[in-house]
């Protein structure tokens, strides 16, 4: 069974950093891409970012809304992702959920999420 | 970045309706596009990828459509569990994006 848990959230003021932590199971996660959504209180879904396996070079990307404060990696000998996150704003406010890609970028498979709180 | 737009926004039905949400791309995504149902406090639910291909263990009322830049997702035979918002992503091209959501609730 594929399970994804997430970790790590919780309350940081603005301009802080805040790592999240995704432990995967159930499939193999050394060969498949994982994502990052977010979804702030009563929103919608915004796409946050990607790391792609080694075989594809690690490669990432991201949303413009945190690209150059947020990065996205991985160790694949934990079965874990990463989103590290700086130069935290209050909108970047939100529940953050991991992902892992189906059948091409969409997403067959979402953690519980996480809630980050940006607040003084 | 590929704009999706969907509507309607909010609908109310009944059980036993027939629901219809649209969404639209603002260019041609061929058939990279997915349909989610979320549940309050509840992470998403891929319902449909490739806009028409039901994801394993979806019941068959619902079903997808389109491709280019419009899009439709049908439930046939609204159950009460089907009370819940609707989104669509395409995965056409980066950055990834989400449509704004459809709530359909109990009318």
């Known amino acids: 069974e594929v399970q994804l848990v997430e970790s790590g959230g919780g309350l940081v003021q603005p301009g802080g950093s805040l790592k999240l932590s995704c432990a995967a199971s159930g499939f193999t996660f050394s060969g498949s891409a994982m994502h990052w959504v977010r979804q702030a209180s009563g929103k919608g879904l915004e796409w946050v970012g990607r790391?792609?396996?080694?075989?594809?070079?690690?490669?990432?990307a991201y949303a413009a809304s945190v690209k150059g404060r947020f990065t996205i990696s991985r160790d694949d000998s934990k079965n874990t992702a990463y989103l590290q996150m700086n130069s935290l704003k209050t909108e970047d406010t939100a529940v953050y959920y991991c992902?892992?890609?189906?059948?091409?970028?969409?997403?067959?498979?979402w953690g519980q999420g996480t809630l980050v709180t940006v607040s003084s | 970045a590929i704009r999706i737009t969907q509507s309607p926004s909010s609908l109310s039905a009944s059980t036993g309706d027939r629901v219809t949400i649209t969404c639209r791309a603002s260019?041609?995504?061929?058939?990279?596009l997915a349909w989610y149902q979320q549940k309050p406090g509840k992470a998403p639910k891929l319902l449909i990828y490739?806009?028409?291909t039901l994801q394993s263990g979806v019941p068959s009322r619902f079903s997808g459509s389109g491709s280019g830049t419009d899009f439709t997702l049908t439930i046939s035979c609204l159950q009460s569990e089907d009370f819940a918002t609707y989104y669509c992503q395409q995965y056409y091209s980066y950055p990834l994006t989400f449509g704004p959501g459809t709530k359909v609730d109990i009318k």
């Open positions: 260019q041609g995504i061929s058939s990279y």
């Open positions: 790391i792609r396996s080694k075989a594809n070079s690690y490669a990432t």
């Open positions: 992902t892992r890609p189906g059948s091409s970028s969409d997403f067959d498979y």
């Open positions: 490739a806009a028409s």
